[in-house]
């Protein structure tokens, strides 16, 4: 295990995502807490990146950030050259449909559809036909293992189980990059293990780029870069390449 | 079924019980907004039925008051006057005085002459052109109290002193479902016969005078005239057309009619109150379901539309149960009240409304969680616990 400076990383590496002097701080009452102040860093293109720090430390705002569902007070973010935070809402929207595949701690499945149908979900955004989006569909499925669970509710499904849905789902519109909120935090070790090796695989194998954020060190350990965000030192980064 | 269709059926059923007990108070609010917009409708049903070219001449003071029956040659002779039928209103008791029902003494010929509307058969009139004490009854007063041809029945008077015996000589119909069958009519002749022996001072007067008009144009003309024959006699008259009378009548109760106005908008609201209040929770509980579809790239506005068509869909469903109900309560109800309600037809106007009151109930009842589900931020609305 080596450690990298952030200019050391950047150098010559396919910069796929580039967060530059961002800011971000949230108003709680009448007080205004900073968040982030300042970062700057880059995340490579197939890159498998794990965000680790205290509560509060800011990786899920930074998450949230890269993900476009949160807009820094300042600095720029761009991801695929494409400066995200000149999006307007609807466009936004828009990339985050054909570029962003989620992963939430809690699943997040709607529960009245089933497994198909949410996986089937962010198709209906394209312009697929009904046909093409079912067989897509069941091709995400397949690929984390639940073929035979397609027609189940998310109430009939195991967490882990629910979790593996939830990753069809982001990949199924076939995203630049997934980002995952403590994907393991709700699962048992045995379910966490194998949504994680779906994770390495996806990284490895179909090239996805995946920031994850997790509280969990043998979670991390699965990630092929750890980055550590401190809390009250927020320019201070240290960041950890696992060989 | 498109994924967004099957969302918001779906999510109707979700909640079973709480979307079933939202369509009962849904179903129960048009139902009553229904049936109380039909008893108005209703009370005005005998101004919607007027003849435009039937004048009624009543005692200038008060329709309480009779009028001498010698007036009827002179209202004839006046200019534009076709024909003239003249009635008392009876008020009698049949057994018990919560049998009440409308009666009226006519003078059969010329009475059923100029209101066609009551359809009576060839023979049933021959027979109570013959009988002294003859009385026809309407169908549905008929059905009531069972009466049949050959029937004597007794009345109490109230304001003819004494017992009265008629014969019934048959059943009369409606011209058209307004037309009020559960009234009788008796001869004139044996009322006033009776009462010159009876009471002596009741006799040969009259409570109303009907009379047709040649042409429409000169309604107001021949109303003025029939009225300025009698000014400054000991009985002057009033002379107005039907629906004129029939107006004043129902402005005598015009305040209970707006009371049940109000009160049927008063459910309408408490409705949308209730309705507003689910989906509100629905709304609140969704919260990061809603931000979930968001993340993922649908719109505020598709999310908005979810909880639209939800909203509007459960209102659909009550309202058209609601509206397919109110027909057959309406004729319970006309049949329970006996003879208050002649009949009770829900009119298309009615089902307009009720549909319009469900749509709207199922639109502003939306208004709010709509806003807050698309205004929310993705972030928050992740944080929010489902």
């Known amino acids: ?243 | 079924m498109s994924q967004w269709l099957t969302l918001v059926a779906r999510n109707v059923l979700r909640h079973r019980l709480r979307t079933s007990l939202t369509l009962v108070g849904l179903i129960v609010a048009i139902l009553a907004f229904g049936v109380l917009q039909t008893v108005v409708k209703t009370w005005y049903a005998g101004v919607d039925g007027a003849v435009p070219s039937r004048l009624l001449t009543r005692n200038a003071i008060s329709f309480a008051l009779p009028l001498p029956k010698s007036y009827q040659k002179r209202i004839s002779a006046v200019e534009g006057v076709r024909r003239v039928t003249h009635m008392n209103w009876f008020g009698g008791i049949y057994k018990d005085s919560k049998n009440f029902f409308p009666q009226f003494a006519i003078d059969a010929a010329s009475y059923l002459d100029m209101y066609p509307e009551i359809l009576v058969p060839d023979e049933v009139r021959r027979a109570f052109l013959r009988e002294r004490r003859g009385a026809i009854v309407g169908r549905k007063l008929a059905r009531r109290y069972g009466f049949k041809p050959g029937d004597v029945i007794q009345l109490r008077g109230t304001i003819f002193p004494g017992n009265w015996e008629f014969v019934i000589c048959g059943v009369f119909d409606g011209r058209d479902p307004k037309t009020d069958t559960s009234q009788l009519f008796f001869r004139w002749d044996y009322l006033n016969e009776t009462l010159r022996v009876r009471s002596k001072a009741q006799a040969d007067q009259v409570g109303l005078f009907a009379v047709d008009v040649v042409g429409l144009d000169s309604v107001a003309d021949v109303s003025q005239a029939i009225d300025e024959v009698f000014r400054n006699s000991l009985a002057e008259t009033l002379t107005e057309t039907e629906r004129a009378f029939q107006i004043g009548f129902v402005k005598q109760t015009e305040a209970i009619l707006i009371s049940i106005r109000v009160v049927s908008f008063v459910v309408i609201f408490i409705i949308l109150a209730v309705m507003a209040n689910t989906m509100a929770m629905t709304a609140r509980e969704r919260l990061r379901e809603y931000a979930t579809l968001k993340a993922i790239g649908f719109s505020p506005g598709y999310v908005a539309r979810l909880i639209l068509a939800e909203s509007v869909l459960i209102a659909s469903i009550g309202g058209a149960i609601g509206i397919g109900l109110t027909p057959p309560v309406a004729a319970r109800l006309a049949e329970l009240s006996a003879t208050l309600f002649p009949t009770l037809i829900v009119s298309v106007n009615t089902v307009m409304l009720q549909a319009l009151a469900a749509l709207v109930v199922g639109i502003l009842a939306a208004l709010l969680p709509m806003r807050r589900a698309a205004r929310v931020s993705i972030v928050d609305g992740l944080r929010a616990l489902g």
Do not use: C
């Open chain 1, 1 to 243: 295990m080596t450690v990298l400076r952030i200019s050391e990383a950047r150098a010559g590496e396919d910069v796929l995502i580039a967060l530059s002097d961002v800011s971000k701080s949230y108003r709680r009452g009448a007080q205004i807490v900073p968040v982030l102040a300042g970062l700057t860093f880059d995340i490579r293109r197939k890159e498998f990146l794990a965000l680790m720090g205290p509560s509060g430390s800011g990786k899920s705002t930074m998450l949230n950030l890269i993900a476009g569902i949160d807009s820094p007070d300042q600095g720029s973010i761009t991801v695929g050259g494409e400066n995200i935070t000149l999006l307007p809402e609807a466009e936004l929207a828009d990339w985050r449909a054909a570029n962003v595949g989620f992963i939430f701690q809690f699943y997040n499945l709607m529960p009245v559809l089933t497994a198909l149908e949410n996986v089937e979900l962010p198709l209906t955004l394209t312009s697929l036909g009904r046909r093409e989006r079912r067989d897509r569909a069941q091709l995400a499925l397949s690929l984390v293992g639940l073929s035979d669970r397609v027609k189940h509710l998310p109430s009939e499904l195991s967490g882990g189980q629910q979790q593996r849905v939830a990753i069809a789902r982001a990949i199924v519109t076939d995203p630049t990059v997934l980002v995952a909120d403590e994907p393991t935090g709700d699962l048992d070790r045995q379910s966490a293990k194998e949504v994680l090796e779906i994770m390495q695989r996806l990284n490895r194998d179909m090239g996805k780029t995946i920031v994850m954020v997790t509280h969990d060190h043998r979670a991390a350990a699965h990630a092929k870069r750890i980055m550590s965000l401190e809390k009250g030192d927020l320019s201070y980064l240290v960041e950890q390449r696992l060989e």
